[in-house]
């Protein structure tokens, strides 16, 4: 069975703080995308990483894929408050995504 | 945004009666999906479609039944609906098969 895992599950931090949440597996994906969910909403698509080694940036956000394809790492410089939700990673297998259960990330002002 | 409605967007049910979900694109994307999302499990695949009347199940379909007629419409049916099915169900949709698009969600409580 395949599994991501994401860490920390919970995070609280305040503005103008860095962080860095992770998504690990001992699995290859041939690609891995990282979403970003606000209560009551659905997921909402932040970044694809497709090539071991990537790295994307996204204004405060830096996305990383690591060099086998098996983990993937999402750093944000000086967190906002509207930074504040959940953070889920998933990988690309077999027509399907796999899910991690998320990094749910509090900003306070 | 991608083109994704869900309806109804709430459902308030009884144990033992039928339910569908409605999920509707306006993208013409290949695949669409319908999960389900529970504290704890995080969000979990029940059935996919990969093209019209082409459907397979996900990791947790029993209970559950999918048809898709039209490209645009992925419907998911409760035959019976039991407590457990209380959820937060999605429907998403692709082109590619990886990255997805989401709905705003349907919030089921069965009674």
């Known amino acids: 069975t395949q599994l991501l895992e994401q860490s920390p599950q919970f995070l609280s931090i305040q503005e103008g703080e860095n962080l860095t949440v992770y998504c690990n597996s001992s699995s290859v994906f041939s690609s891995l995308q990282w979403y970003r969910q606000e209560p009551g909403e659905g997921p909402v698509l932040l970044v694809t990483?497709?090539?071991g080694g990537e790295v994307k940036k996204l204004k405060r956000l830096t996305f990383q894929f690591g060099d086998a394809r098996k983990d993937s790492s999402l750093h944000i410089t000086a967190a906002q408050p509207g930074d504040t939700g959940l953070y889920l990673c998933?990988?690309?297998?077999?027509?399907?995504?796999?899910w991690g259960l998320g990094t749910s990330l509090a900003v306070n002002p | 945004d991608a083109g994704i409605t869900q309806s109804p967007r709430h459902k308030v049910t009884e144990t033992g009666t039928p339910v569908t979900l409605r999920c509707h694109q306006t993208?013409?994307?290949?695949?669409m999906y319908w999960y389900r999302q529970d504290p704890g499990h995080g969000l979990r695949l029940i059935h996919y479609s990969y093209g019209v009347k082409d459907t397979d199940k996900g990791e947790v379909s029993d209970g559950y039944s999918v048809s898709r007629s039209k490209t645009e419409d992925f419907l998911l049916t409760l035959e019976s609906a039991t407590s457990s099915q209380t959820s937060v169900y999605f429907c998403a949709i692709s082109e590619e098969e990886d990255t997805q698009y989401f709905g705003p969600g349907t919030r089921l409580t069965v009674l």
């Open positions: 990483v497709v090539t």
């Open positions: 993208e013409n994307h290949r695949y």
């Open positions: 998933a990988g690309a297998s077999n027509r399907k995504l796999i």
